[in-house]
């Protein structure tokens, strides 16, 4: 089992930013995949928004973030980062840390935390 735990969100103005966390705990070694979705107001897809390939730190961000966030790990502490910024209305949304095992075909997800950008 993985447990995630994310931190960070809150209300920010359009053109701010904000700095997302993770905290990854348990079965770590089983993780090929490990990064952020998010759902936004109205919605009911988690779309993807930056990941990690935990076999050689290889990242990929969504297009409609490309330039603006950056996705990070310590593996030190066992976090996750997202670090956004030039943040727009369009970002609104709950933002969820995820895990994926290719080889148990396991979905792990935080709570979300809720990112709010106000025009």
């Known amino acids: 089992q993985v447990q995630l735990v994310e931190s960070g969100g809150g209300l920010v103005q359009a053109g701010g930013s904000l700095r997302l966390s993770c905290l990854v705990s348990?079965?770590?070694?089983?993780?090929?995949?490990i990064g952020w979705r998010r759902q936004a107001p109205g919605k009911q897809q988690r779309e993807l928004v930056a990941?990690?390939?935990?076999?050689?730190?290889?990242?990929m961000y969504a297009a409609a973030v490309q330039g603006r966030f950056t996705i990070s790990r310590d593996n030190a502490n066992n976090t996750l980062y997202l670090q956004m910024n030039s943040l727009k209305p369009e970002d609104t949304a709950v933002y969820y840390c995820?895990?994926?095992?290719?080889?148990?075909?396991?979905?792990?997800w935080g709570k979300g935390t809720l990112v709010t950008v106000s025009s």
């Open positions: 995820n895990a994926h095992s290719t080889k148990s075909d396991m979905q792990y």
């Open positions: 348990g079965s770590t070694s089983s993780i090929n995949f």
């Open positions: 990941t990690i390939a935990t076999s050689d730190g290889s990242m």
